[in-house]
């Protein structure tokens, strides 16, 4: 299926599985999907199985997204005191539409628990409540961790649902299958050969020996290239190693957060982007984050060659182009309310990386030992990260790597039979106009009514020069939400004179913290945090720091 297709079954509200193989654009028809809900007013739960892909498209896991956490089943008690949260209950009636993306990682039983969840807090008995569920992924990619942990005395058969396809609430939402077919990562003929051929389980002889050709083969590519492994010991290990190995000048980062800690913490672990960054000059390095105006996108390799004179590391890609690399923030919002956000340089060390942490990304040279794949799926999720042979060298593949579970194979021909339905029935919906009727309507009762924007409602409360904690209570949110609102609006230049807030703390604590801040001549909070001694929480740093920035722009 094109992707315009795949767009179009989207957009009229149906239940869509976007699948495909590796670079077939999943990804671009998401995003290009989740803008047009945005700018249709409709809300949407952006998701995906792990914090790393989440951070990928901008959105949180599905586990705290729907607020199974850690839970491997659900009681009625469960769901009744999930139903009484009322932060679960505002994110869930807010959305029209839920997507997750990485579903390949997701087990049956968490499909389940999701769809129980979303029926339970929505009130509403319909498959997920009433939403309109986007699953994406590939089920070639890497496989859940596990199942369901049976019972006691439960016996576990082949045959009992294991992959998120196979699960009830799947069956129920008749979900409609978008499978894309055209080829948008790979260059090489060859690779893509090597690929198909481990999707349906045909790897010849010549294909063997195409690989085994590439065992310590030179790269054509004028770039380090990353080192994927199989196991993190053996990563951290050349990373750290070549680090040492280096005498240039170097720059330590360190990452960033604001709002709500626990999102924080969360973002902090799924991001591919370290707590502390140690680059020097010589490094290899990786971007970790889309930023096309900039130059660069996630995976796009390079070498430090400089550092700017604000202390930014200068980076010089594959294609030769130099990129000043500026601090980049991952957020977490609600219905454009910031939650949580961590600042940190875009990069990691690049002479390694994971097989599993790799998976979504596309690298412009890599070195692979896959002597040691323990599971089905990794090496296809290895071999798809590269555009060609030609950038591609092996230190070893084992059998395992070259594995694909035939309970996969079998799933996927039921759903390339399932999308060869959806295409034929777009393509006729298309023609004879009633694809748009459909989508119309779905817009139409999927849109949220028009309301001013939540920034915008604080900003006058501000102006009115009201309390932080009467704005906080009138609107329902917490102060920390609150200074996050005015932060924002600082950034933007759109905020009053907000120096009035300074009242409600007292005078020395407000002295006092003003000159920790001046002290460091920055806006971090840890540093000033620590040389007060916590005698002060974050939220009273924030407020002050909100203050100095409208009389002294600190």
């Not at 902090?268 to 930023?291: D, H, S, W, Y």
């Not at 924007?453 to 102006?463: A, C, G, H, I």
């Not at 007060?532 to 100095?548: A, E, F, H």
Request: with cysteine; aromatic share 6%; charged share 25%.
């Amino acid at each position: 299926m094109l992707q315009e297709h795949a767009l179009e079954v989207l957009k009229t509200g149906r239940n869509v599985f976007l699948t495909g193989s590796a670079g077939a654009g999943k990804t671009y028809v998401l995003n290009r999907y989740i803008a047009f809900l945005r700018a249709q007013g409709i809300g949407v739960g952006v998701t995906a199985s792990t914090g790393i892909a989440a951070t990928h498209i901008g959105g949180m896991t599905i586990h705290a997204w729907s607020g199974i956490g850690i839970k491997d089943r659900l009681m009625e008690k469960d769901l009744a005191q999930m139903a009484a949260r009322p932060q679960l209950r505002k994110r869930l009636r807010a959305a029209s539409v839920l997507i997750i993306d990485e579903v390949s990682m997701l087990a049956a039983h968490v499909i389940d628990m999701v769809d129980a969840v979303c029926k339970a807090v929505r009130d509403d008995a319909r498959p997920f409540g009433g939403l309109q569920v986007v699953f994406c992924g590939d089920f070639f990619q890497l496989p859940p961790v596990r199942g369901r942990v049976p019972a006691p005395g439960e016996d576990v058969s082949y045959d009992d649902p294991f992959f998120a396809a196979e699960s009830g609430a799947w069956r129920d939402a008749d979900v409609q299958v978008c499978y894309l077919s055209t080829q948008h990562r790979h260059e090489d003929d060859a690779l893509t050969a090597i690929l198909n051929a481990l999707r349906t389980g045909d790897v010849d002889e010549q294909m063997r020996h195409a690989l085994q050709q590439r065992i310590d083969a030179p790269i054509a590519a004028d770039v380090v290239p990353t080192r994927l492994y199989t196991h993190n010991v053996d990563v951290d290990q050349l990373n750290l190693a070549h680090l040492a190995g280096l005498t240039t000048p170097g720059r330590r980062y360190l990452m960033t957060h604001d709002g709500k800690e626990r999102l924080a913490e969360a973002l902090t672990r799924a991001c591919l982007a370290p707590q502390e960054l140690i680059v020097r000059i010589g490094a290899a390095v990786m971007f970790v984050k889309n930023n096309f105006d900039a130059g660069y996108a996630n995976g796009t390799l390079g070498t430090v060659v400089d550092f700017s004179e604000q202390g930014f590391p200068v980076v010089e890609t594959s294609d030769g182009a130099r990129v000043t690399v500026e601090p980049a923030t991952w957020e977490i919002d609600e219905e454009g309310v910031p939650l949580a956000s961590i600042r940190q340089i875009p990069l990691r060390l690049a002479w390694a990386i994971t097989v599993h942490k790799s998976q979504g990304m596309t690298l412009d040279a890599a070195v692979m030992d896959l002597s040691r794949s323990f599971v089905s799926g990794m090496g296809y999720v290895a071999l798809s990260r590269v555009r060609s042979l030609r950038t591609l060298s092996l230190l070893g593949f084992n059998d395992t790597a070259l594995m694909i579970e035939e309970r996969v194979r079998e799933l996927d021909s039921a759903l390339r039979a399932r999308g060869e339905e959806t295409e034929s029935w777009i393509v006729e919906a298309i023609e004879d106009g009633s694809a748009q009727k459909e989508a119309a309507a779905f817009v139409a009762r999927a849109q949220t009514p028009k309301k001013k924007p939540t920034l915008e409602v604080t900003r006058e409360m501000l102006t009115n020069k009201m309390p932080l904690e009467a704005i906080a209570s009138q609107r329902g949110l917490t102060v920390e939400t609150i200074i996050s609102h005015i932060e924002k609006l600082q950034r933007t230049g759109d905020a009053p004179d907000v120096a009035y807030l300074a009242e409600a703390l007292d005078a020395e604590a407000v002295r006092e913290i003003a000159e920790a801040f001046r002290a460091y001549a920055a806006r971090t909070l840890a540093p000033v945090h620590r040389r007060l001694g916590g005698k002060y929480t974050y939220d009273q740093l924030r407020l002050v720091r909100l203050c100095l920035a409208d009389s002294e722009g600190l």
